[in-house]
């Protein structure tokens, strides 16, 4: 079955760095594009960055631009998500996501937390 297990959160200062990973199975991941979302207290889900198939291409909410980078390996099976300049707003759950034939698929989340 498809499994998206996200790895890689944590508290960080303002300003600090973290990467996130998203291991996946269950499909052929160098295949689907891949993309990570976020929902932080009191908000709704947002999509954060996408990355194509090969990854190419990807694409960011202007919220992130410039200061995160997803990215993937797919002899890895995995998703990263690079974030750097973190602020205060970027506390949220992150979720790995990705739509196959059979619907769409969510990880369990890791929650970032970025507090002085």
């Known amino acids: 079955q498809v499994q998206l297990v996200e790895s890689g959160g944590g508290l960080v200062q303002p300003g600090g760095s973290l990467r996130l990973s998203c291991a996946a199975s269950?499909?052929?991941?160098?295949?689907?594009?891949m993309s990570w979302y976020r929902q932080g207290p009191g908000k709704e889900r947002e999509l954060v960055a996408s990355?194509?198939?090969?990854?190419?291409?990807?694409t960011y909410s202007d919220s992130v631009k410039g200061r995160f980078t997803i990215s993937r390996d797919n002899a890895k099976n995995t998703v990263y998500l690079q974030m750097n300049s973190l602020k205060l707003d970027d506390t949220a759950m992150y979720y790995c996501?990705?739509?196959?034939?059979?619907?769409?698929?969510w990880g369990q989340g890791t929650q970032v937390t970025v507090s002085s």
């Open positions: 996501n990705t739509m196959l034939w059979t619907g769409r698929y």
């Open positions: 269950g499909f052929t991941f160098s295949g689907w594009p």
């Open positions: 990355i194509t198939r090969a990854g190419e291409s990807t």
